[in-house]
């Protein structure tokens, strides 16, 4: 094996910034000056390498890795920020800075990435401000927002509802199953100095709605949500095992970056041919445990992306992970941090420390946008694993292969149509504020309804868990104002 060509993880730091005084290059600054010092020391001014995972709290830094560079009076020649703060942009980079020490591209790669949302909400006028609701306002078409389709608030639940039909599961059989993971999440956040929220959390109290604890787009409660609303960074540094030997690293610090395997689904929701589970997600997992010649049964560690409940859902169908073991290192979204695109850095940092511990693989899945990117990599402390040369993650042609054709999305219809998808959306007082149906016609176009929040009798079809309303058909109307509307 060529140990110049073999890429480590040789430092890994992280910060929560509760004083809310530091901005996202001074947290990703700090989260590489932690890192460096994981790491041994003398890292940063050596690098060939600055990748910045892009961030949304201070929106005057366009690009934030040159900033960031200059904070620590670095000079690496490549030097760039993801073009999006997409949640597999970190696992991607790893990747990236991998393939660069094996392909002889580079001797030391930094990888950095922070969000400051507490202090912009903070600061913004009048105290209010959704940076993530905002930024994915500017990218939705007029169309969508009409039937509140913005946020991945607003998304994550088309698929939740979609694939607790598909996979033949009640209300309460698929409430269970997210309530058992977010305790399991909650339990390891408990234990992790680097999680924001620390207190370990029952199923019960997941399930309850309470103030605390109140709607958000059913069937989620706040606790099964990402949890923005922190000042955290987190930061990885990839080098050659030559590098490190020469450093004077203790092998027992070292963990290998094995292979990694990324897809995608198209940007828009509807333009999916389904919306019940995600062929990018399933190609990405299966590959990367390929690619690298591991089963599930050799994973000590995974961390499976927590966004919402049913993205570890469908994570764990896809490799058969059993429900009661741990899906996270690091605490999830609503425990650990929701950091925006910078979650899965927290996560490589957690499952670094917890390798150099006991174990020996893991696996690490991220997912970004509206469930449409989707990256996988294994790490591991197996030099093998790190010893197969440059690699392509992209597995496109295979999740590809598999793809139905999207249905026809018509703009107003009437006549029959038979539900497929759904959501409530609530205000902060736990009120209905109005719903969205995707609906299907019997020629099999796509269309999108209305529900408002006057129509108590379809809410309450809609959220108490008496009948599968998926699959259930209805009649369609347009109204006056060109809005679709689903009736029993």
């Known amino acids: 094996m060529d140990e110049n060509k073999i890429p480590v993880i040789v430092g890994v730091g992280q910060i929560n910034d509760r004083d809310e005084q530091l901005n996202a290059v001074e947290l990703m600054a700090a ?140 209300l309460a059989q698929a409430q269970r199953e997210s309530a058992e993971i977010w305790a399991g999440l909650s339990r390891v956040a408990a234990q992790n100095p680097n999680a924001w929220l620390r207190t370990p959390l029952t199923p019960e109290q997941i399930l309850d709605v309470s103030p605390g604890n109140r709607p958000i787009a059913f069937p989620y409660t706040k606790l099964m949500v990402a949890n923005a609303s922190v000042n955290q960074g987190a930061a990885f540094i990839v080098t050659s095992l030559a590098k490190a030997k020469a450093a004077g690293v203790a092998e027992t610090q070292l963990i290998y970056v094995g292979r990694g395997a990324a897809a995608r689904e198209p940007g828009d929701v509807l333009a999916r041919g389904r919306i019940d589970r995600s062929l990018s997600l399933e190609a990405s997992l299966r590959s990367a445990l390929q690619f690298n010649r591991l089963t599930v049964g050799d994973l000590d560690f995974t961390e499976l992306y927590s966004c919402f409940p049913v993205m570890p859902k469908m994570a764990r169908r896809a490799i058969d992970w059993p429900l009661d073991k741990s899906m996270t290192v690091f605490g999830g979204l609503t425990f650990g941090g929701g950091p925006v695109g910078n979650y899965m850095s927290h996560a490589i940092a957690s499952m670094t420390d917890a390798l150099r511990t006991s174990g020996r693989h893991g696996l690490l899945f991220g997912n970004g946008g509206f469930a449409t990117t989707s990256h996988a990599i294994v790490i591991s402390r197996d030099p093998v694993i790190a010893a197969q040369g440059t690699h392509d993650p992209s597995v496109q042609a295979e999740a590809d292969a598999q793809r139905e054709p999207a249905p026809a999305l018509l703009e107003t219809y009437t006549g029959e149509a038979k539900l497929f998808t759904y959501t409530v959306f609530y205000d902060r007082d736990g009120a209905p504020k109005s719903g969205v149906i995707v609906a299907h016609t019997p020629r099999g176009e796509r269309v999108l309804c209305y529900v408002a929040r006057e129509d108590a009798e379809l809410i309450t079809f809609l959220t108490d868990g008496a009948r599968e309303p998926v699959g259930v058909s209805g009649q369609v109307s347009t109204d006056a104002d060109g809005i679709n509307h689903w009736r029993l």
Not at 107 to 132: F, Q, S
């Open 31 to 170: 989260a590489l000056r932690n890192a460096d010092d994981d790491g041994g020391g003398c890292w940063l001014n050596r690098a060939d390498a600055l990748d910045v995972v892009a961030q949304l709290s201070v929106p005057e830094f366009a690009d934030a890795s040159a900033p960031l560079a200059q904070i620590l009076n670095i000079a690496p020649r490549h030097c760039a920020q993801t073009r999006y703060p997409m949640g597999d942009s970190p696992v991607a980079l790893l990747n990236q800075a991998a393939n660069r020490i094996a392909a002889g591209e580079a001797e030391i790669c930094l990888v950095a990435g922070g969000e400051a949302l507490r202090t912009a909400a903070k600061r913004a006028v009048g105290g209010k401000h959704d940076a993530v609701r905002e930024s994915a306002a500017r990218a939705t078409r007029e169309g969508r927002a009409r039937y509140g389709i913005v946020a991945p608030t607003d998304v994550y639940p088309l698929y939740e509802n979609a694939t607790r039909a598909a996979w033949g599961q009640t």
